[in-house]
């Protein structure tokens, strides 16, 4: 069964803290389960704050780094030390000031072709580092996700084809309003997950925001109404600005 909870910040850096709060408790569940915690980062201002906060000695002290599993929901198809890199942004943020092994660290290597090889290449990577087989979807303890103004999120973005996927875990994804080419988890892999964390903060957010949670059901228009765990829980956290058009 599905729970979503719905939680107002007065910032983004309190909304941000909350989510390093998340992320701690979580991975202290894991390890007090004796299992590896599992967690799929995201892009962003918001997710870089979360980030910076995780890499504060007060916080990092609480993880148990060397199980931790680090993957990207979502990645551009650029090198790594781009600057539009989802990885180069956590691992300046976060990862060069946390004890990730190396080898736990999965990175979506989005600039390599064909991306549709890459894609499945990283799915069979997921499966294989949390040891599930092909009968059964992967289940991450945490995979973070991000809101755009025209309600996309990971690299799911309106009126695309991934969004139609319900086969693959992670797919490539071209979208023509960008010229751009993506790798994103698909809404198969993401609502597998124990737990998903929306961070959504900005007044260019509201509009988007309101048709999600309180609009007409329009997926296609609106990506991240796709997100509903199957068995799991949908954390929004979200700002004032963002909540600014929300009923309640």
């Not at 894991?30 to 870089?48: E, K, Y």
């Not at 959504?200 to 059901?217: M, S, T």
């Not at 228009?221 to 956290?237: D, F, I, K, S």
Request: glycine share 8%; aromatic share 6%.
């Amino acid at each position: 069964m599905s729970e979503r909870e719905l939680c107002l910040f007065d910032t983004p850096a309190a909304m941000a803290a909350a989510g390093g709060d998340l992320f701690v408790r979580l991975a202290a569940e894991a390890r007090a389960a004796d299992r590896p915690f599992s967690v799929a980062l995201s892009g962003g201002s918001t997710p870089r704050a979360m980030f910076a906060w995780l890499a504060q000695p007060d916080q990092r002290d609480q993880v148990d780094w060397a199980r931790v599993e680090v993957f990207w929901s979502d990645e551009r198809a650029v090198p790594p030390g781009d600057p539009q890199s989802n990885y180069g942004m956590a691992k300046a943020a976060l990862l060069d000031h946390v004890p990730v092994p190396a080898d736990r660290i999965h990175r979506m290597p989005a600039g390599q072709t064909p991306l549709v090889a890459v894609a499945d290449a990283y799915a069979a990577e997921i499966r294989h580092s949390l040891g599930v087989g092909r009968a059964r979807t992967p289940r991450l303890d945490l995979v973070m996700l991000g809101m755009g103004p025209d309600g996309h999120t990971a690299s799911l973005f309106p009126e695309t084809a991934a969004l139609e996927d319900r086969h693959r875990l992670v797919a490539a994804n071209h979208v023509p309003k960008l010229g751009a080419e993506r790798l994103t988890f698909t809404p198969k892999l993401i609502n597998a997950a124990a737990h998903v964390l929306f961070l959504v903060a900005g007044e260019d957010k509201a509009a988007a925001l309101h048709e999600v949670l309180e609009g007409e059901r329009r997926p296609s228009l609106y990506p991240a109404q796709l997100v509903a765990p199957e068995n799991g829980t949908l954390h929004w956290y979200v700002d004032g600005a963002a909540a600014a058009r929300l009923a309640g």
